[in-house]
């Protein structure tokens, strides 16, 4: 059977959306990307926000036009949160969050899977074949959950809401994936989670974040180990001695929300200005060519103009290399969705306007200082470029990085040097040395 599988929203979506490929895949079905036609298709939704929410239901209508013999399965923040509005989009099955580990059994049991052979049960399968849902060749980075749900209420979060409490994945789980991707010959995992540096809590391990990368690195041979996005409180004393091992890769994403103390007050953050600066100065002193990346929201109920310009100075000040900027989005069943001082839509564009025309300058400071440096990267993926090749790759620290080559250079899940000696908007532009086709 072919299967389309498809996802929007966070990192973790879309490991869930890769685990599931996987597990289809090593069932005999075969996974086939956007152009080609699908029997069944799978999406992974978000309700992060309204526009993601839009955005899902803007996708499951496409993925029904572009396969109109296909059964069609949603699962996701938005099946979990809003089933009714999910059924109403002329789908074949909604499957909620608490039941997603199951998924391929349940679209087995609804009869939706033909010609197939049994879908083996996650801990019976040894064997997922790699499976690429971008580009039909093999992936380079896996994006590996190891942790769901959340215990703090964030008052705009709607996600803990739609996940429910956390829960970690024991660690020869862990383990064992991660060992297979490298035999397979993935070069980079991303650890995923809801609540990343929860990990282990609900185990009786409060160390269990900082226990987990560890044994990860002591005991599989992975190159490339990152951490995806972790609350500023999570982070214990000595955490950062983990970066000792380069293989451990030089980027954090500490969403900080808001730089204002009182907007971070409303918004139950625990987090202030002077905690996160003291955290970003001692991750810095530990780590070098460190990437400090952050969410932002604009427009939190009740953010004045005093407000959102400190918060607007303090982002300044942390020297991000990114921002991501989320509008804020009234969620039924979160504490600020019941607080007054909803702001315009005017005001927020207004300031997202500004915080985006700081982003931008964020990021081209950070991507200068690595001009004239040379920099391991690992090759993603190539299009053409006039009569040869432009490959696109990621740093350690997470700068992306363009290339020139000629036809057939075959950088593709390679890690390879570049000497950094230009940027262009949103990337760096590389030379690499030594690799049949360069361009030089
Ligand atoms: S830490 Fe806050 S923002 Fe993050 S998932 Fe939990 S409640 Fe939501």
Known sequence: MRIRLDSIGC?????????????????????????????????????????????????????????????????????????????????????????????????????????????????????????????????????????????????????????????????????????????????????????????????????????????????????????????????ADGFFELWQNPRLLPHLHLPLQSGCDETLRRMARRTSQAEFARLLADARAAIPDLSVTTDIIIGFPGETDAEFAESLAFTEAMEFSKLHIFRYSRREGTAAARMRGQIPSKVMQARSRQMHSLNARLEETFRQKFVGRTMPVLWESHEPYGFGEQWSGLTGNYLRVITQTSPNAQLRNRVLPAQLVDTVPAALVGQVTGVAGEMG
């Open 11 to 235: 990192r973790l979506n879309i490991s869930e959306i890769e685990e599931m490929a996987r597990h289809f895949a090593a069932a005999g079905h075969r996974i086939v990307g956007p152009g080609d036609a699908a029997d069944l298709v799978v999406f992974n939704t978000c309700a992060v926000t309204h526009v993601a929410a839009r955005k899902s239901r803007q996708v499951i209508r496409q993925l029904r036009r572009a396969n109109p013999g296909a059964a069609v399965v949603v699962t996701g923040c938005y099946a979990e949160l809003s089933p009714q509005e999910m059924a109403a989009l002329d789908v074949d099955l909604v499957i909620g969050n608490t039941q997603k580990d199951r998924l391929p059994h349940l679209v087995a049991d609804a009869g939706l899977l033909r010609d197939s052979d049994p879908v083996p049960a996650p801990d019976a399968a040894s064997f997922l074949p790699n499976v690429s849902l971008a580009e039909g060749g093999s992936h380079t980075r896996a994006f590996v959950k190891v942790q769901d749900g959340c215990d703090n209420r964030c008052a705009f979060c709607i996600v803990t809401v739609a996940r429910g409490a956390g829960r970690s994945r024991l660690l020869p789980d862990v383990l064992a994936e991660i060992n297979r991707l490298a035999a397979q010959g993935y070069q980079e995992a991303v650890l995923s989670g809801v609540h990343l540096g929860s990990y282990g809590r609900d185990l009786g391990d409060a160390a269990g974040l900082r226990n987990l990368v560890q044994t990860i690195l002591a005991e599989t041979d992975l190159p490339r180990l990152r951490l995806s996005s972790l609350e500023p409180w999570d982070l």
